[in-house]
DNA sequence: CCAACTATTCAGTGTTACTATGTACTAGTA
DNA sequence: TACTAGTACATAGTAACACTGAATAGTTGG
């Protein structure tokens, strides 16, 4: 993968994380080891965080500063009614490029 | 769609005129019309020009120019070989990512 | 005390799509 | 002639986003 990968995921790695938080409230750190487990070992920690915050001054989550039992405070972010709209809007542009590529791959062969 | 879209298309609007090269050759006017027939309904001339020059630098693509007969000569781009390996790449990433997302969105529900 | 793990932040960089504009050729038309 | 519209390509500047690399801070174990 990589680079390709890298560029792929400009857009949809808000989608990604929106969706993670609809199943359950998350913090940064959590949400980066998640993703590393599912094969996206080269998720860099930063890229995470920025998009946190930039979703959350978005107005799309919550957030609740809640201590750990090792290590400095953990901001558990979790998805509001905003940020369920946008995720449906989400879901609707994933599909229809979903749609068009898969047209396009089938066309190929 | 709109903004969501233009943040998806970063990384996938590549791999989707490689794979719309690798079905003909074609010309950047053409592509751009196809495209805007096919719900891309917003894409911008300039974008797929350059996106064209982009790869051509790349070594992905031969190109030819053609007179045409009603305005300045055409430049058609054919997939090389370096182009349709970059291409299966580019499936292979994209089936992992849609991979990815698939789950998700079914485990949300 | 120091290393390792947990947890967050941020300045700087590269890539990419969009905006807006300009160039150039042809055909039709007033 | 002059002007419009359609065809065809190019490019400078901007915005958004993921990555790099480093810093900070708290806890635990050797």
Redesign the interface.
Known sequence: ?GK?????????L???VL??L??KAAYGYEITAGLRE???TDIAEGTVYALLIRIEHRGLVDVEKVPSEKGPPRKVYSLNTAGREYLE??????S???E??ER??E??E
């Not at 390709?4 to 949809?12: A, C």
């Not at 809007?89 to 994933?94: S, V």
């Open positions: 993968m390709q990968l890298t560029e792929m995921l400009k857009g949809t808000e989608g990604i969706a993670i609809a199943g599912n094969g996206f809007e989400f879901w609707k542009t994933w229809f490029l979903s068009q590529l396009l791959r066309g190929d």
